[in-house]
């Protein structure tokens, strides 16, 4: 089984940064691939940026250049840097990981509310 557990939204202004940290636990080895998404009120839940299997990242067109996803390996957390945060960016951001014989894996969320 895979655990995760998010932290570092919080509200802030457009224009400002926040860390986004995804703490990962549990059976490790059998993650393929990880990434972030998020959930605005009223839309569907979207990709925002992942590693694939490859260990290569994408990004969602909306973020390119803005958002950073990253990882430390050693501290087994998963990372979103996010410049220049505008106002749509407001959502609850999620942690996912698909892991052999868990499927896709999510967190509890963590809300970034940016203020225009």
């Known amino acids: 089984q895979v655990q995760l557990v998010e932290s570092g939204g919080g509200l802030v202004q457009a224009g400002g940064s926040l860390r986004l940290s995804c703490a990962v636990s549990g059976s490790l080895f059998s993650i393929n691939v990880m990434g972030w998404y998020r959930q605005a009120p009223g839309k569907q839940r979207e990709l925002v940026a992942g590693?694939?299997?490859?260990?290569?990242?994408n990004y969602a067109d909306s973020v390119k250049g803005r958002f950073t996803i990253s990882r430390d390996n050693a501290k087994n957390t998963v990372f979103l840097q996010m410049n220049n945060l505008k106002p749509e960016d407001t959502a609850v951001y999620y942690c996912?990981?698909?892991?052999?014989?868990?499927?896709?894996?999510w967190g509890q969320g963590t809300l970034v509310t940016v203020s225009s």
């Open positions: 996912s990981a698909i892991a052999v014989g868990s499927g896709q894996v």
């Open positions: 590693f694939t299997s490859g260990g290569s990242t």
